[in-house]
């Protein structure tokens, strides 16, 4: 009986061993697929301008690509102030974001086109993105300078691409 008992305890012993290590490897799995963004040395710091220069997306997980956001509200209206449609692009990226589940803290690339781009609009640019992602882990992005978008009074529009885990 003694032995009986003993072998029992091994083996309830094994097994909950056993499913620690797959609960502790699902975990590590899941804190792993986590993507990150990097600045490596050699580049300059980005951060003043609200982007980091890599992100790396690990394998398995989801992408999901939203088109270019402009400044029309829900309908369709287009108001004439750049810093107005540019607040208005982040609050449709928002609401593109929260239908599939995610945040900004999600983003892993944007890409950003300004009509007539100069200093005054980087900085409107640069306030916004301090205010949506203000633990500076900017997604990577590229700003594109560009004399017209798709619609006539149209000055930004920015894509995103973010990662569902």
């Given amino acids: 009986m003694i032995r009986r008992n003993t072998l029992i305890s091994v083996m309830v012993?094994?097994?909950?061993?056993?499913l620690f290590?797959?609960?502790k490897s699902i975990n590590m799995e899941k804190e792993t697929k986590a993507p990150m963004v990097i600045n490596p040395p050699g580049l300059y710091d980005p951060a003043?301008?609200?982007?980091?220069h890599i992100a790396v997306v690990p394998a398995g997980n989801t992408l999901v690509f939203i088109s270019g956001q402009g400044g029309e509200t829900a309908d369709g209206q287009l108001p004439n102030d750049f810093r107005a449609q540019l607040k208005q692009s982040f609050s449709n990226l928002d609401t593109a974001l929260k239908s599939q589940g995610l945040t900004f803290s999600d983003v892993v690339k944007l890409t950003t086109l300004i009509v007539d781009h100069n200093e005054e609009k980087l900085k409107a640019f640069t306030e916004e993105a301090m205010r949506i992602w203000p633990d500076k882990k900017f997604p990577a992005n590229t700003l594109i300078p560009v004399p017209r978008l798709a619609l006539d009074g149209m000055l930004v529009e920015i894509d995103v691409t973010a990662v569902k885990r």
């Fill in 21 to 23: 290590i797959i609960f």
């Fill in 13 to 18: 012993l094994a097994l909950a061993g056993a």
């Fill in 48 to 52: 003043p301008n609200a982007y980091s």
